[in-house]
């Protein structure tokens, strides 16, 4: 009987976490509609300007849209040379790495870049087991 209990009690906690990391998506989805329309508005100004391109892809990759997020640093790394640096740091390989996680966040996604911004349990999987990749 206690065996029933402690399994109840484990279902419920995944589902509250579950409902959590949607509504921390919900948030997050929210607040970078500011950031996005404010970096819209500086690639008007300037759509040479590679590091904008990275912002852009990097508020993406936090909304979990990673065919967006892939596309926007591919663009930028089109634009880029190889001595170009950001923050002291090389800004080709931050940006290969970046291309790489947007492909596969997970080891399981297969086929590419995918659009997780709608899915609450891989915002939680990649918030607590991944998301090391650079953000700009």
């Keep these: 009987m206690i065996f029933i209990y402690i399994l109840i009690a484990i279902i419920l906690f995944f589902c509250f976490k579950l409902l959590q990391a949607k509504h921390f998506l919900r948030q997050i989805?929210?607040?970078n509609e500011f950031h996005l329309l404010k970096i819209e508005q500086a690639l008007m100004l300037e759509?040479?300007?590679?590091?904008?391109?990275?912002?852009?892809?990097?508020?993406?990759?936090?909304s979990q849209n990673f065919i967006l997020a892939n596309r926007d640093y591919k663009k930028a790394l089109s634009m880029?040379?190889?001595?170009?640096?950001?923050?002291?740091?090389?800004?080709?390989?931050?940006?290969f790495g970046n291309i790489k996680y947007t492909?596969?966040?997970?080891?399981?996604?297969?086929?590419?870049?995918?659009?997780?911004?709608?899915?609450?349990?891989?915002?939680?999987?990649?918030?607590?087991?991944?998301?090391?990749?650079?953000n700009f």
């Design 29 to 31: 989805k929210e607040k």
């Design 47 to 62: 759509p040479d300007n590679p590091i904008l391109y990275c912002i852009r892809g990097s508020i993406y990759q936090r």
């Design 80 to 95: 880029i040379t190889d001595k170009t640096e950001y923050k002291g740091k090389n800004l080709k390989s931050i940006l």
């Design 103 to 134: 492909e596969k966040p997970h080891p399981w996604v297969k086929g590419g870049p995918k659009d997780l911004s709608n899915s609450g349990l891989a915002y939680y999987l990649i918030d607590r087991f991944g998301y090391l990749r650079y």
